[in-house]
Every structure is written in structure tokens, then in C-alpha cells.
């Protein structure tokens, strides 16, 4: 590692460090961002009231009653008519639960709203054994809500009757074991000349799969909901919870978004946020770092409105960050017609979730920002990873196997490198001399020019070293993205660390180190010391450079001890990574040593100088113009 390179990633890291402790907010910020979201969406609600009750106006020129929607309390339908209308015999019933389970999770329905109450992961855990819940039940809600008789009606407090099969079901749980399973949940509505008049829900569910599909059918709704309404709100709102040991820059959740037929686009993992988008949106996904509750409209939804803030009570110990999403579904008339969604409650697996083909694998952070990183994880690195683990070897076994083939690939690389640095070794006492020939500070113009004219007598290009190792860093950068994100890692153990996607803990510390934690990784420590020994005998290596800034070889030194406290909270996949990438490094440069005889490369260099210097066809049209012009070059 050069002094350049060492002082750029000393530059970024710094950059890094100082920008998020910057951009951190204080308590007293986060309050009032609070407050603000929190009085932006009641405006926004309240400006959706007044477009749909001028549409009402509008069609059917009657004074509009001001209602307040509550639950209802009475078992009399006509006291619950002024609050709920058409809707009043729905208002009331038991707040039941039914099961719907297929081979990899379980959904929990209510019969109050109609909605998915609560999804449990039973192919996986959450970090400490629990089962995997993906929200808190009890805060949990879906809301459907429209025009209907100058009122405001919400889905979400009316009582949905289930239906199997278009028969009243009456049990507890449903399985699809090798069959699709479909259930209808249906709010009635009164109505007149016996004709059925309701809303209905239909959840799909396939036998091993995490996408659920979703129907909203609206029958025989003449009258009720108005004639000229050309869309229903649709409000989604989850409490997440914890299901990592820890939550880092690679686990903050945050809401995704995709742009209809466009880019994937997301809020701020940082910090709370929110955004309006005014034009078609295809999904909304409330993303966390290995799974994923994603709403998919089977055409797009006409805009959103999406945001995520922490609460400042707790409802869960386990919570996590509170997600909400407000679309518009589009409504063509008020009779029999039916809305497509889909539901993905899975985990964020880049093969599983590219084969449907939404752009959801966007989610993943794979280095999208930069082409080169993604191109290198998504065609060499998870097609490699992936193959590799399908033989079942534990993946500590696989990362040592995909370390191994990346630095053969890289082989011919770190020799050309390796080539330079003893090209410069050779070199270097000749330099020397042209230091102490120049030593003053306003011939530093005359020393760059002396070293360029050896550089080129000698044949040796000072820019091959950096050539090759700027090829190397998107594929250290690219891995870097990769290991956090795989789920591949979760939970899986390798030595002394119990879960490869998180940090391994050799060592509880009974207090909290600042900008290192409250415990000793191993893998971390092993890095670390791998790479100071590396520095060390670069530095070996390379010898004492001329003109090195002072401090240089101290701030070569820190590199490492930053990296300490930096790695320290990440998954130990990535440590144990870069740990074997510096073993291996160790033994190509010996092996590169009993290659390269430094004598033969000297007198290759000697033979370079008696040879005449090759002038590039603009150096001669540059002395040709020179020579026309009476100038001697």
C-alpha cells in the first residue's frame, strides 16, 4: 500500500466519520421533525376529506354531514347508521382471528378490518431463538377509505365475514400444503332488491411460496360510492421489530420504492424522512436488512406518500422504527370491479427476489451507485457464493474457497504490482541521488523532471503500481457490500463466531469503548493485526521513500487501528474476508520474491539506459515544427 492510497483512505474515512457525526441529529431535532411529519400527514388526510366530499357535492348536490367514525358499541344497526351509512350492519361483530400457513410463514388475518394482523417467519429466527416476527401485531394497520353517502369510511373499522369457496367459514386455520389456498373476507353494505352489496378481500397463498396475492373486489356499489370517484386511498402502517443482535448502517430500515416502469428509489437510512412521489409508483416495500413487507400493485398506484419515524414510547421492547405508506388505487366507476396487489413478506435473497422480476432485488445494497460494484457481486460474486454453498460446506469453508479464487483471478494484478514496487526498489538509490542533487525546495520542478527522464531511460512506468490496485478496489469495495447483505450469512456459524452476519464476540467488555463498542470481535483483532504486519513489510519491502511526508509511515500504521474500531460492530464474514485476503497476500509476495531476481531485474534496467529512447510521433512532429521555426528542442 502506497503513501497515496494510505492517504486516500485516510481522506475518506475521516470524510465518513465526520459527515455522520454532522449529519446526526440531536434529540431535540428528532422531536420537532416529529412533529412536523405528524402534522403534515393530518394535513394530508384532511385535504384527501375535502377532494373526495367536493366530488360528493358535486354528484349529488346535498349538504354534507360532518361525522366522526368510532368503533361501534351498540348491537342496534340504526344508531351506527348516521356514523358508518351503507355500512352500519358491518359495524359491529367479534374481533376473530384466522391462520392462513404454507411451508415457509404464517398470516394471521382479523376479522375486524379484514387485514393482515400479524406474519411469522417459520423458516427462520429472530438472532436470539424467538420466532420471527416481522411487525408488532397490535399496532398493525390497513386501511381502505372512500366516499360513501357524505360519510368517510374506513375498512379498517369494519367487521369482515370469511368466506371459503363463496361458503361462510367457520374455523380457525387454513394450510396450502400442495395446493393454492384463497380466502374472501367481505364488509357488507345494506342494499335493496336482495342484490349483494359489499367489499371484499381475497388473499391468495401458494404452498411454498413468500408472495401473496391480493384482490379488492367492490360489488354492486351503485349508490354508495359515487359515481364520478376515480380513487380510494389505500393507508399501510407497520411497527417493525428487531430481529438482528444489532442494528448498523447495514440493517437500518428504511422504505424502498419503485417508479412505474423506472429506477428504485428509497427514503433516508440516516435519519427520518418522508416523501411525496406525485407520479405512478409500482411497489412500496418497508425494508429492513434481511427481510422485507412489500406491497405491489398489479398495475401501478397513482402516487404516495411514504414515511418512517422511532417513536418516543416504545410499544415493543423489540421495536424497531415505525413505517407508513399512503397510495391512491385507482377507481374506474362505483359498480362490480376489481383491484390486483400482491403482498411479499420474505427475506431479501438477491436470487429469490430477481426471478420476479419488480426490480425488489434493488433493495439489497450490492454497490447500485457505482456499476462497476454491482456488475462484479451480481455476476461473479453471488452466482460464485451461491454455487459454492449449494454443496452444503459450511460457508466459512465457502468464503475461504471464494477469497482463494477472486485473488487467483487477481494473480497476474498483484504481480504487475509487485513487478512495479521492485522496479522502484531497483531505481531507488539512483533517485536518491537526484534528491540530494536537487535539495531545495524551488528545484522540486528540475528533481520531478530528473526522475521522469530515469524513469524513462530505465523503461519503468511509475504509474503501473497504482493502475493494478485501482483495478483490486472495486472488488474490495464490492465485497464489502456484499458480505453484510448476504443473507446467506444469517445465523450461520464458523468457529468462534456463532453468526456470520454479525459481529463475533470473544469477549463482553463490562463498559462501552467510544468508536469501538462493548466487546472484542476476533475475527476484527486477526485483521487487524494482518494488515499492520502487511504494512510492515511493504514498507520493508519498498524501503524508505523519497520525499515521504512526515508522520506518513505513522498515518500507515493508524489505517489499521481505525479499521479496529470500525469493523468491530460488522459482520464477521466481512473481518474473516479481509483477514484471508491479507493471508494469501502474504504468501504471493513469496512466492513473487523467489520469482523476480531483483540482480537480473537491475541489469534489465542497465541494458534499458545504452538504449536509445523511442520518441512518440508527437514528440517528432513536435521537434519537426520546431526545426521549421528556426527553435532547437
Not at 350492519?89 to 394471521?108: H, M, P, Q, W, Y
Request: a neutral charge.
Amino acid at each position: 500500500m502506497n503513501r497515496d492510497t494510505t492517504l486516500g483512505f485516510i481522506l475518506i474515512a475521516l470524510i465518513l466519520i465526520g459527515y455522520s457525526i454532522w449529519m446526526t441529529p440531536s434529540k431535540e431535532e428528532m422531536a420537532e421533525r416529529q412533529r412536523k411529519a405528524d402534522s403534515i400527514a393530518v394535513v394530508r388526510q384532511q385535504n384527501k376529506i375535502l377532494d373526495s366530499l367536493q366530488h360528493a357535492l358535486e354528484a349529488a348536490q346535498v349538504p354534507v354531514q360532518a361525522v366522526e367514525i368510532q368503533p361501534a358499541t351498540s348491537d342496534s344497526i340504526e344508531p351506527l347508521t348516521d356514523l358508518y351509512g351503507a355500512f352500519a350492519i358491518s359495524a359491529t361483530g367479534e374481533d376473530n382471528d384466522i391462520v392462513l400457513e404454507n411451508k415457509v410463514f404464517r398470516i394471521t388475518l382479523a376479522s375486524k378490518g379484514g387485514a393482515i394482523r400479524k406474519v411469522e417467519h417459520t423458516q427462520y429466527q429472530t438472532w436470539d431463538s424467538l420466532p420471527l416476527i416481522v411487525f408488532e401485531p397490535s399496532t398493525a394497520d390497513f386501511d381502505l377509505n372512500f366516499f360513501s353517502r357524505n360519510r368517510i369510511i374506513n375498512t379498517h373499522s369494519l367487521y369482515f365475514q370469511p368466506y371459503v369457496d363463496g361458503k361462510p367459514f367457520q374455523g380457525e386455520r387454513l394450510i396450502s400444503e400442495t395446493d393454492n389456498l384463497s380466502i374472501s373476507m367481505r364488509a357488507y353494505a345494506d342494499g335493496e332488491d336482495n342484490v349483494e352489496r359489499y367489499i371484499e378481500y381475497e388473499y391468495i397463498l401458494k404452498p411454498d411460496e413468500y408472495m401473496l396475492d391480493f384482490l379488492i373486489r367492490f360489488k354492486g356499489m351503485e349508490g354508495i360510492i359515487s359515481s364520478n370517484t376515480t380513487f380510494v386511498n389505500l393507508d399501510w402502517k407497520l411497527d417493525l421489530l428487531q430481529q438482528e443482535r444489532t442494528v448498523d448502517r447495514f440493517s437500518t430500515p428504511t422504505i424502498y420504492y419503485k417508479h412505474f416502469q423506472d429506477d428504485v428509489d428509497n427514503l433516508s437510512e440516516r435519519k427520518n424522512d418522508e416523501k411525496s412521489v406525485k407520479t405512478r409508483v409500482k411497489w412500496v416495500s418497508f425494508k429492513q436488512r434481511f427481510f422485507s413487507a412489500t406491497l405491489i400493485a398489479g398495475e401501478a398506484f397513482d402516487n404516495a406518500f411514504m414515511r418512517h419515524y422511532e417513536k418516543e414510547i416504545k410499544p415493543n421492547p423489540r421495536y424497531l422504527k415505525t413505517m407508513e405508506a399512503s397510495v391512491e388505487l385507482p377507481l374506474q366507476g362505483s359498480s362490480d370491479q376489481q383491484i390486483a396487489l400482491s403482498f411479499y413478506f420474505g427475506p431479501n435473497s438477491f436470487p429469490d427476489l430477481r426471478d420476479y422480476k419488480l426490480d425488489l432485488e434493488r433493495q439489497i445494497p450490492l454497490g447500485w451507485g457505482f456499476f462497476l460494484m454491482a456488475w462484479i457481486n451480481i455476476y461473479v460474486v453471488i452466482p460464485v457464493f451461491t454455487f459454492l454453498g449449494s454443496y452444503g460446506w459450511n460457508y466459512g469453508i465457502v468464503i475461504l474457497i471464494l477469497t482463494i479464487l477472486i485473488k487467483a483471478v487477481l494473480f497476474p494484478i498483484a504481480y504487475k504490482t509487485y513487478m512495479s514496487s521492485a522496479k522502484m526498489r531497483v531505481l531507488k538509490p539512483e533517485i536518491d541521488e537526484i534528491s540530494a542533487k536537487y535539495p531545495k525546495q524551488e528545484d522540486a520542478m528540475k528533481k520531478q523532471q530528473a526522475i521522469m527522464a530515469l524513469y524513462k531511460r530505465a523503461g519503468v512506468n511509475p504509474m503501473s503500481g497504482c493502475i493494478p490496485m485501482l483495478l483490486q478496489m472495486p472488488i474490495l469495495i464490492a465485497m464489502f457490500r456484499f458480505f453484510p447483505s448476504s443473507i446467506e450469512l444469517r445465523q450461520q456459524s464458523f468457529l468462534w463466531a456463532t453468526d456470520l452476519s454479525s459481529f463475533d464476540s470473544i469477549l463482553d467488555l463490562p463498559f462501552t469503548i467510544p468508536f469501538y463498542g462493548s466487546h472484542v470481535s476476533l475475527f476484527t483483532l486477526l485483521m487487524t493485526i494482518s494488515t499492520i504486519i502487511y504494512t510492515y513489510l511493504n514498507n520493508q519491502m519498498m524501503g524508505q521513500q523519497t520525499g515521504q511526508m512526515p508522520g506518513m509511515k505513522t498515518m500507515m500504521y493508524f489505517m489499521p487501528v481505525m479499521f479496529l474500531g470500525i469493523f468491530n460492530n460488522y459482520a464477521s464474514g466481512l473481518s474473516y474476508y479481509y483477514m484471508l485476503t491479507n493471508l494469501i497476500t502474504f504468501g504471493q509476495m513469496f512466492i513473487f520474491r523467489q520469482l523476480i531476481n531483483e540482480d537480473k531485474l537491475r541489469a534489465r534496467i542497465e541494458a534499458n539506459k545504452k538504449k536509445p529512447v523511442k520518441k512518440s510521433a508527437f514528440q517528432k512532429r513536435m521537434e519537426e515544427a520546431a526545426k521549421q521555426r528556426g527553435v532547437k528542442m
